[in-house]
């Protein structure tokens, strides 16, 4: 197939319904799909299925010593993921949710190996795009949200920026035009008894230990 012909335009701001059903779809059956989060351009896969994993992984070019982050639309797919949603991590959804940061958690049993990387951790943030979310909430389940791009090469903005090898490698390409970019979501672990900032983004660190620091006082 031609790559002209895998890309389908869709509004980002109020996404049609039947290009949505289209795109989840394709993931529930396996496949890999290029869609727009809220600063970048990401690689969407069924977040249970260890194949569609592993071709993210492959389309990427990406070690599999590094987790996959995933994204969910409520606390209950979320709880169907994960051990616990501990205080620490409920207040940080509610103050900066959706978007802006991603959670790491303490992953269950239900998810795949080459997801969490055998670290029993997962990466989990709640989609800030209207399409990323209408995307999840049509597949019923958690999608990856790793960005669509070559291991060790930036992400990119606009589909005119999406390298040709993933382009010829996904099965599907949502282009909802040019994204804002940006310092993409903070990344924070709270699976101990103190948060640590994995990677500081859009949101501060002291941003976020001045939300955590409310819930003390």
Same mark, same amino acid.
């Given at each position: 197939?031609?790559?002209?012909d895998?890309?389908?335009?869709?509004?980002? !701001?109020?996404?049609?319904? /039947?290009?949505?059903?289209?795109?989840? #779809?394709? $993931?529930?059956?396996?496949? =890999?799909v =290029?869609? *727009?989060?809220?600063?970048?351009?990401?690689?969407?896969? /069924?977040?249970?299925? /260890?194949? &569609?994993?592993?071709?993210?992984?492959?389309?990427?070019?990406?070690?599999?010593?590094?987790?996959?982050?995933?994204l969910?639309?409520?606390h209950?797919?979320?709880?169907?993921? @994960?051990? !616990?949603?501990?205080?620490?991590?409920?207040?940080?959804?509610?103050s +900066?949710?959706p978007? @802006?940061?991603?959670?790491?958690?303490?992953?269950?049993?239900?998810?795949?190996?080459?997801?969490?990387?055998?670290?029993?951790? $997962?990466?989990?943030?709640?989609?800030?795009?209207?399409?990323?979310?209408?995307? =999840?909430?049509t @597949?019923?389940?958690?999608?990856?949200?790793?960005? &669509?791009?070559?291991?060790? +090469?930036?992400?990119?903005?606009?589909?005119?920026?999406? !390298?040709?090898?993933?382009?010829?490698?996904?099965?599907?390409?949502? /282009?909802?035009?040019?994204?804002k970019?940006?310092?993409?979501?903070?990344?924070?672990?709270?699976?101990?008894?103190? *948060?640590?900032?994995?990677?500081?983004?859009?949101? #501060?660190e002291?941003?976020?230990?001045? =939300?955590?620091?409310?819930?003390?006082?």
């Amino acid at each position: 197939m031609r790559i002209s012909d895998k890309i389908i335009k869709i509004d980002p !701001d109020k996404p049609e319904p /039947d290009l949505i059903k289209e795109a989840a #779809s394709i $993931i529930r059956s396996g496949g =890999v799909v =290029v869609f *727009p989060t809220r600063c970048l351009y990401g690689l969407a896969a /069924d977040a249970f299925n /260890d194949m &569609a994993i592993e071709r993210v992984f492959e389309i990427k070019g990406r070690t599999e010593k590094k987790p996959l982050l995933v994204l969910a639309d409520s606390h209950l797919m979320i709880s169907c993921i @994960v051990k !616990d949603i501990p205080p620490m991590a409920q207040q940080i959804m509610k103050s +900066f949710w959706p978007g @802006v940061v991603t959670v790491i958690l303490e992953a269950n049993n239900s998810l795949p190996v080459n997801l969490t990387a055998e670290t029993g951790k $997962i990466g989990i943030r709640k989609p800030g795009h209207p399409v990323a979310m209408a995307l =999840v909430k049509t @597949v019923g389940a958690p999608i990856t949200g790793t960005s &669509a791009n070559l291991s060790g +090469f930036p992400g990119c903005f606009s589909i005119a920026d999406l !390298d040709p090898k993933i382009a010829e490698e996904v099965d599907l390409i949502i /282009d909802a035009g040019t994204l804002k970019g940006g310092a993409g979501s903070t990344v924070v672990d709270v699976t101990g008894e103190h *948060p640590v900032i994995i990677r500081e983004g859009e949101v #501060s660190e002291n941003e976020i230990l001045a =939300v955590l620091n409310l819930m003390h006082s």
